[in-house]
């Protein structure tokens, strides 16, 4: 149990273009979602919070104007990337944690996906 | 806020060696204490989950403690195999659940 997916796995797109990532919980209801970003040889940083229903909380210097996050449903957040640009290009991974179920003082992990932007 | 530290930032050895990874953090109220794996270019694989009210936990050749007054945690692997290479993160939160502060990794290399 406790399974976190990500999709799609890896993107590549043109500067200028939005992309569109998401992050399922696929066999638990998750109270909170995280998005994490992470550069190469880095670790990971996260980027905002968010709870089904309500606005993402973002980190100081993360831009909520590009980084669009919407929680429309208990198993699924999304993340926009909007107008991508090279420096953008990152590997992206998102957490949940359960609301009941599984263990609910933790986060579960997904795979990540990789962004490169041309 | 936390800030979480990890030493060494690289690690080669060769197989067969018990080594000992370090994780130091800034605020003692930490809730949750937790070591990961990371391959390249892949997520993360959780390994050793400490709680608040633990002081260690073991999983097979690993052994993890948390010394909350020191601001430690240390992962100790047993007898290192080529396939234990990887980065190894800790990340720990300041309550049950809540957002994680990520070290920045110890790249591990075990060579045969």
């Known amino acids: 149990g406790a399974v976190v997916s990500q999709h799609p796995s890896w993107v590549i797109c043109k500067s200028g273009t939005s992309v569109k990532i998401e992050c399922r919980s696929l066999?638990?209801?998750?109270?909170?979602m995280f998005w994490y970003r992470q550069f190469p040889k880095q670790s990971l940083m996260l980027m905002a919070t968010?709870?089904?229903?309500?606005?993402?909380?973002?980190e100081q210097g993360v831009e909520k104007d590009k980084f669009l996050i919407n929680h429309a449903s208990l198993t699924l957040s999304t993340l926009t990337v909007t107008s991508a640009h090279p420096e953008d290009s990152s590997f992206y991974i998102c957490?949940?944690?359960?609301?009941?179920?599984?263990?609910?003082?933790?986060?579960?992990f997904g795979p990540g996906t990789r962004l490169t932007v041309l | 806020k936390q800030e979480v530290t990890q030493i060494p930032a690289a690690l080669s050895v060769p197989e067969g060696e018990n080594l000992v990874l370090n994780c130091s953090f800034t605020?003692?109220?930490?809730?949750?204490l937790q070591w990961f794996r990371q391959d390249p270019g892949k997520g993360l694989t959780s390994l050793l989950l400490i709680q608040s009210s633990q002081r260690e936990q073991t999983s097979g050749r690993l052994n993890a403690s948390l010394d909350k007054s020191s601001g430690r945690s240390t992962l100790y692997i047993a007898a290192s195999q080529p396939g234990d290479s990887a980065t190894y993160l800790c990340a720990g939160d300041n309550n049950a659940g809540n957002m994680l502060t990520f070290g920045g990794g110890t790249r591990l290399m075990v060579k045969p």
């Open positions: 957490s949940a944690t359960a609301r009941q179920g599984v263990r609910t003082d933790t986060q579960y």
């Open positions: 605020d003692s109220a930490i809730y949750n």
């Open positions: 968010s709870n089904e229903g309500s606005k993402a909380t973002y």
């Open positions: 066999d638990f209801q998750a109270t909170t």
